[in-house]
Nanobody
C-alpha cells in the first residue's frame, strides 16, 4: 500500500519561494509516476505538475511554467515541487499523488490512486 506524506507548506509573501516534499513508503518509489495537484477553497482540484518514474517525461500547467519545478529522487523515495516567484493565486492546499508507472505523464485526478493528506500554501500580497 502506497503512503504519501507531504511537507514544506507555509505562509509566505508574494515573490518568495517554497519547496514541497512528498515522502513515499510502502512500495518502491521508482515504480510510480508522481504528480502535484492543488485545491483552493470552493474550487475543484487542479493539476499542477507531473513527472514520470524516470523523470524523462514532465508536464506543467501553463500558469506555473517557468516558476515551478517538479523533480524526484528515487533513491530517497521522495518527490519535490520547487515553487519560485509565488503569487497570491498559488494559495491552495497542495496534494501529492501517485500511480503505477507509465512512460508518460497524466493530468486527471482520477488517473492517480494514491494521495497524500495535503499541505497548505498561503501566499500573501
Amino acid at each position: 500500500q502506497v503512503q504519501l506524506v507531504e511537507s514544506g507548506g507555509g505562509l509566505v509573501q508574494a515573490g518568495d519561494s517554497l519547496r514541497l516534499s512528498c515522502a513515499c513508503s510502502g512500495v518502491p518509489f521508482r515504480s510510480l509516476n508522481m504528480a502535484w495537484f492543488r485545491q483552493a477553497p470552493g474550487t475543484q482540484r487542479e493539476f499542477v505538475a507531473a513527472i514520470s518514474w524516470s523523470s524523462l517525461s514532465i508536464d506543467y500547467i501553463e500558469s506555473v511554467k517557468g516558476r515551478f519545478t517538479i523533480s524526484r529522487d528515487n533513491d530517497k523515495n521522495t518527490g519535490y515541487l520547487q515553487m519560485n516567484s509565488l503569487k497570491p493565486e498559488d494559495t491552495a492546499v497542495y496534494y501529492c499523488a501517485a500511480r503505477p508507472s507509465t512512460g508518460w505523464t497524466l493530468r486527471r485526478p482520477r488517473d492517480y490512486d494514491s494521495w497524500g493528506q495535503g499541505t497548505q500554501v498561503t501566499v500573501s500580497s
